[in-house]
Antibody, heavy 122, light 108 residues
Framework: QVQLVQSGAEVKKPGASVKISCKAS????????MHWVRQAPGQGLEWMGI????????TYAQKLQGRVTMTRDTATSTVYMELSSLRSEDTAVYYC???????????????WGQGTMVTVSS | EIVLTQSPATLSLSPGERATLSCRAS??????LAWYQQKPGQAPRLLIS???NRATGIPARFSASGSGTDFTLTITSLEPEDFAVYYC??????????FGGGTKVQIK
């Protein structure tokens, strides 16, 4: 079955970086764009950006430009999201989410990872 | 950036009752609006895409309508497992993709 499995929880100090992985299985990895969405504790959902697993091209949310980097490894069907210069406001659950439509970035999400909690605290 | 406003913030209902949730966009998103359900400790789940298309495996008691700036999600008869937070999300004009603030459907 289609599945996205993310790496485990992280605790980081302010100013550090975090890199989260999302391993896809059950479908052709390069056929579906992948998004990252985060959710601060008790808050709503925030879109962070999108990566094309085929060519590696990315588009990031403007507020995160310069701090976020999304990459992929086609050999292992894994996408990564790295966030640098962490601050307390980055404390959140981070989700990878597959785009709904094959071959084109539709902007809807049909399969989600289980989430990765990132805590930023001194 | 398109802002989505959901109302009410909280809906208190009993099992078997009808739930009506609203999502309003700050500008037209055509029919490019999706609805997600999220339960505590879980990832969101896609319910509806493109304003009214139920996702695979979603029960028929979930329906949605709307276009332009005003959208509605209806749950015709609440089941115990339907008590959750519901988010709308637009893809009519992106980036960025944006979500509403959510409506919590709780047991009365």
């Amino acid at each position: 079955q289609v599945q996205l499995v993310q790496s485990g929880a992280e605790v980081k100090k302010p100013g550090a970086s975090v890199k989260i992985s999302c391993k896809a299985s059950g479908y052709m990895f390069t056929s579906y764009y992948m998004h990252w969405v985060r959710q601060a504790p008790g808050q709503g959902l925030e879109w962070m950006g999108i990566i094309n697993p085929s060519g590696g091209s990315t588009t990031y949310a403007q507020k995160l430009q310069g701090r976020v980097t999304m990459t992929r490894d086609t050999a292992t069907s894994t996408v990564y999201m790295e966030l640098s210069s962490l601050r307390s406001e980055d404390t959140a659950v981070y989700y990878c989410a597959r785009d709904l439509v094959a071959g084109t970035p539709s902007g809807a999400f049909d399969v989600w990872g289980q989430g990765t909690m990132v805590t930023v605290s001194s | 950036e398109i802002v989505l406003t959901q109302s009410p913030a909280t809906l208190s209902l009993s099992p078997g009752e009808r739930a009506t949730l609203s999502c309003r966009a700050s500008q037209s998103v055509s029919s490019y609006l999706a609805w997600y359900q999220q339960k505590p400790g879980q990832a969101p789940r896609l319910l509806i895409s493109d304003a009214s298309n139920r996702a695979t495996g979603i029960p028929a008691r979930f329906s949605a309508s709307g276009s332009g700036t005003d959208f509605t999600l209806t749950i015709t008869s609440l089941e115990p497992e339907d008590f959750a937070v519901y988010y709308c999300q637009q893809r009519g004009n992106w980036p960025p993709l944006t979500f509403g603030g959510g409506t919590k459907v709780q047991i009365k």
